[in-house]
């Protein structure tokens, strides 16, 4: 899966499906991104994980590991995993547009 | 993904110092994230990992670990113990790895149990009491092989 059109617009993705740059990434496509990793409808409570994860990664520069969400952005590691079944940082992140995680945490 | 990937797996922690029980939870905590369901069961002195009083009072051997680096005499001089733990916590903390009571109370919110070995309970004469709320079970290691069943097994 080297692009994609997402919303209208091509954007560049890796292998699995992560995208390469997370500046290519708008709001409106993240339905159609979760939907893929069969997550849907998107909920307000999906939307405040997302949106934590964009804003944490605009300063920090990496996604944020779970610890992070929960301890900086109120997330509690439950409602994570039911929210993000099976693996919730890299389906967040994956439907937030950023690169795949890399830390063991 | 692929239809052979591991599902689960049951992860025993025996060893109560810093360095033996971390191991243990940074790969269930890991294996979570990956969508791998998990059972830890603590065992010996690993129990030391979910009983309240210790949990965030363990310490890195610096005696008898030769991957210290230092010699053994210079391990075992009063506060070498304390300072090398205190210089591991700093690390760790660098890379969002929580203390352990934190770590033990995210890795039961992932959804995996976590158990207590009966023998050493009744070894070290200890109570349900003695456990953090996280800990959600006594149990024989019977059980715990029946809760392992279709899974892998790690011995940490």
Redesign the interface.
């Known amino acids: 899966m080297a692009e994609a059109t997402l919303a209208g617009v091509t954007v560049e993705r890796d292998d699995e499906g992560f995208f390469k740059n997370p500046d290519d990434w708008k709001e409106e496509m993240a339905p159609e991104l979760a939907k893929e990793i069969g997550i849907d409808p998107l909920t307000e409570e999906h939307w405040k994980v997302i949106r934590f994860m964009r804003e944490d990664y605009k300063v920090k520069g990496q996604v944020p590991s779970i610890r992070r969400m929960k301890n900086e952005g109120g997330i509690s590691t439950k409602d994570l995993y039911n929210l993000f079944p099976k693996g919730p940082a890299k389906k967040a992140a994956y439907i937030a547009g950023l690169g795949k995680p890399h830390g063991c945490i | 993904m692929s239809s052979d990937r591991i599902e689960k797996v049951s992860i025993v922690i025996s060893k109560g110092s810093l360095e033996g029980v971390y191991p243990g939870l940074?790969m269930a905590?890991?294996a979570?994230?990956?969508?791998i369901d998990v059972n830890l069961f603590f065992t010996f002195f690993g129990l030391d990992a979910v009983i309240t009083k210790r949990m965030d009072k363990l310490k890195v051997a610096t005696v008898g670990n030769p991957a210290m680096h230092i010699p053994t005499m210079v391990g075992g001089l009063p506060g070498m113990s304390a300072m090398a733990t205190k210089m591991m916590m700093k690390e760790m903390d660098k890379?969002?790895?929580?203390p352990v009571s934190?770590f033990i109370e995210?890795i039961h919110?992932?959804?995996a149990g976590l158990y207590a070995c009966k023998a050493t309970v009744d070894m070290f004469h200890l109570k349900k009491e003695d456990f953090c709320e996280h800990m959600d079970d006594i149990i024989t290691v019977g059980d715990f092989y029946e809760m392992s069943h279709g899974g892998q097994i790690i011995f940490t």
């Open positions: 940074i905590n890991g979570r994230m990956e969508g890379l969002d790895i929580p934190e995210m919110d992932t959804g």
